[in-house]
């Protein structure tokens, strides 16, 4: 299995500001996607990072307030951009390696203010 | 589409009393599902995974969960619970066919009390 880590683990943040959340994988992965988790809810997956192009996004999830970087095969990024209130929440940041299961990094808990 | 639904938001049990979090599926092909862990300010882990080899799926802890297509069922079970087991619990469906990584379809949880 794969460990990965995230970095901030938490963050307190303005609103109209942005933050940048980093995901670093120990070992290439084919696959990393980025997911949140609203207060008291389950996980929705925010989009597939592919390396070395566009990310691909889910419905209700756009480009421009959630831009993805991943340039390489064991990291990647997530920006918050023009966070409100309603952006508090848990992001996280999964790998998968063809055999289907997905691993998860601990999270970054994300408040805005 | 492929769906999950966790039927119950809340399961309180003993310590030492079996466990069972009830969850059904619905896939429109041979489904990969997953049982995931998320203890308080914690990442996500992987109990057990069900890929279409054996219906009787064996994970960590002790948990196991049975594949029953019949019933569209991916019920988690053990035997005997632990005061460690406090957690909640995601039961998960692959968005693709087996063998391929891909989009995780999560149910809302469901969350497990153990009482001394």
């Known amino acids: 299995s794969a460990v990965i880590s995230q970095k901030p683990s938490r963050d307190i943040c303005q609103r109209g500001t942005s933050l940048t959340i980093q995901c670093q994988v120990d070992?290439?992965?084919?696959?990393m996607f980025w997911y949140r988790q609203q207060p008291g809810q389950s996980l929705t997956l925010i989009a597939t990072?592919?390396?070395?192009?566009?990310?691909?996004?889910e419905s209700g999830f756009v480009i421009d307030k959630f831009p993805i970087s991943r340039p390489n095969l064991t990291f990647s990024t997530l920006t918050v951009s023009n966070m409100s209130p309603e952006d508090s929440s848990i992001y996280l940041c999964?790998?998968?390696?063809?055999?289907?299961?997905?691993?998860f990094g601990p999270g970054t808990r994300l408040t805005v203010t | 589409a492929q769906s999950v639904t966790q039927l119950d938001s809340h399961v309180s049990v003993s310590e030492g009393t079996p466990v069972l979090l009830r969850c059904n599926y619905s896939s429109s092909y041979s489904p990969s599902l997953f049982w995931y862990v998320q203890h308080p300010n914690k990442g996500l882990q992987l109990l057990l995974k069900?890929?279409?080899?054996?219906?009787l799926v064996k994970g960590i802890n002790g948990f196991e969960a049975e594949f029953k297509k019949s019933e569209t069922s991916f019920h988690l079970t053990k035997p005997s619970a632990h005061m460690s087991d406090a957690a909640e619990y995601f039961c998960?469906?692959?968005?693709?066919?087996?063998?391929?990584?891909?989009?995780?379809?999560f149910g809302q949880g469901t969350t497990l009390q153990v009482k001394p």
């Open positions: 070992s290439q992965v084919t696959m």
């Open positions: 998960v469906v692959s968005a693709l066919p087996s063998g391929n990584t891909g989009k995780l379809i």
């Open positions: 069900y890929t279409s080899a054996a219906t």
């Open positions: 990072a592919n390396q070395g192009s566009e990310a691909t996004y």
């Open positions: 999964s790998c998968g390696q063809g055999t289907h299961e997905q691993y």
